[in-house]
């Protein structure tokens, strides 16, 4: 079965940092591209950043621009994203989401989700 | 950056009623539309993309149309199990943005 499952979520310090992992199987993980997409508590859906499929180009919000980075590990299977300097605002369940090799490149697979709260 | 905004933000309707939800993009994005179904406590879920394609394995109650600006989902016959929010996005430039959701109440 594909599917993505992400981990690392936890309660940080504001100005802390947070690295959120998300695990690929059952999918040839270097064709495609994968995102992160954030909901806060009660708020709608975020993109926050996406990575293609080879790594060498990454897009991200402006909400998060400086302060997170997108990586993957193609022999891992896995993708990353570096948090620093979080602030209250960053608090959300980020979710994992594969983007579809075709157009309109929507995200066809998604994880479960893994929490981030900032609080002091 | 473009702006997805969705009408009506929620919505209650009955079991067995035709829904329709819409999307208005901030300028033309062809047909680079896509629509999800977020439960609480869920991950979302692709129901159309590409304004009116349907993913495999969602029910043909829902249904989606429209291009450039303007798109619609509708949901016909509305079940329980339907009781979600509904969100637009966009995939045609990043950031690819989502509309603010229609809660669907029933």
């Known amino acids: 079965e594909v599917q993505l499952v992400e981990s690392g979520g936890d309660l940080v310090q504001p100005g802390g940092s947070l690295r959120l992992s998300c695990a690929a199987s059952?999918?040839?993980?270097?064709?495609?591209?994968l995102s992160w997409v954030r909901q806060a508590p009660g708020k709608g859906l975020e993109w926050v950043s996406t990575?293609?499929?080879?790594?060498?180009?990454?897009y991200y919000a402006d909400s998060v621009k400086g302060r997170f980075t997108i990586s993957r590990d193609n022999s891992k299977n896995t993708v990353y994203l570096q948090m620093n300097s979080l602030r209250a605002e960053d608090t959300a369940v980020y979710y994992c989401?594969?983007?579809?090799?075709?157009?309109?490149?929507?995200?066809?697979?998604w994880g479960k989700g893994t929490t981030v709260t900032v609080s002091s | 950056d473009i702006q997805m905004t969705q009408s009506p933000s929620s919505l209650s309707a009955s079991v067995g009623d035709r829904v329709t939800i819409s999307c208005r993009a901030s300028?033309?994005?062809?047909?680079?539309l896509n629509w999800y179904q977020k439960k609480p406590g869920k991950a979302p879920k692709v129901l159309i993309y590409a304004a009116s394609s349907l993913q495999s394995g969602v029910p043909s109650k829902f249904s989606g149309s429209g291009s450039g600006t303007d798109f619609t989902l509708t949901i016909s016959s509305l079940q329980a199990e339907d009781s979600a929010t509904y969100y637009c996005q966009q995939s045609y430039t990043t950031p690819y943005t989502f509309g603010q959701g229609t809660k669907v109440e029933i």
């Open positions: 990575i293609t499929g080879s790594g060498d180009t990454q």
């Open positions: 059952e999918f040839t993980f270097s064709s495609y591209a």
């Open positions: 300028q033309s994005i062809g047909n680079y």
């Open positions: 989401a594969r983007r579809s090799l075709q157009a309109p490149r929507y995200m066809d697979v």
